[in-house]
């Protein structure tokens, strides 16, 4: 039989150079798993498995032996999916009450956008400016070479050029928003976003 | 060494042997009682389905108790009574 050399077996030939070799690390391990060593872990496995598939058969045996206790679980299922549909109903009218007296969904939204606008400018823009004030008014800045301050300036003006697009962006999306509800109508999906709830699961199968 | 690993390959098929007598045995059990209540599935899709119920049933709850909140804020009364106004009871009772 053939065996490779395994990296084991040449690195003992480059260092035990001259000497003989004693059987090998590998040949022991091959002997170590004979066929018998073979067939003993494949048992352990097949045994292993059917343990695995018979637990699997008795925590089904004992769900089917408390069968009614899974019809009474479908009844809650089926009563708190009514009580979720029916809230949902009420608050999907009072918030209708609430948009028309705010001057309908459109203009909900609207103001809606322009209070995340304002929050996302005052967050975004205030933030940076105060971190390039404070960086051109330390001391440290102060000590660098007139060089290292004027690269340090181009940086920070990129940096601020940046900002301004990413904000552009962010802006534009929320103007699509505004865009995408014109003559819309409030909907229970949207409601359910609003409400933190999965539809799916109120409304779904 | 080989006579201990052939000892040790006789006990792993006696109770290789055992197994699947015990085994034969949970599935007729299994099968007969799918039988009796007109259940055709997997014991791994009873399980399956089990576990999803009991989520299902989980999550809806504390939906429907969240929502019937919001409810009694609007209304400023107890959620006991928004409960009591949809015509449900607040409890599980079997």
Redesign the interface.
Known sequence: MVYSITPIERSTNKVAKGFRKPGGFTGFCRQGL?Q??I??RR??D??RA??K??A??????K???K?EK?Q???L??D??????Q???A??MN?TLLKIGKMGGYEELVKKEVEAEKRKFEYQFSDQLENEIDGILESDDFKMLSEYDQEDLRRQMELKREESKAFQQRELEKLDAKTTSCAEGELTMEELAKR?K??YN??FGE | MNNTTSARTTKLDAELSRLQGEHNELQRRFHELSRMLNIDSTPELVMKKHITDLKKYNELRDTGLGLTQIIANEKKCKIKEVFEEMGYDMQDRP
């Open positions: 004979g018998e060593g067939t003993e048992r352990a097949e045994i059917l343990k598939e018979s699997s058969i008795e925590s089904a045996i769900v089917l032996n069968h899974e009474e679980v479908q809650l299922i009563k708190w999916k009514a009580i979720c029916g809230a949902m009420f608050l009072s409400l709830v999965d699961l109120i």
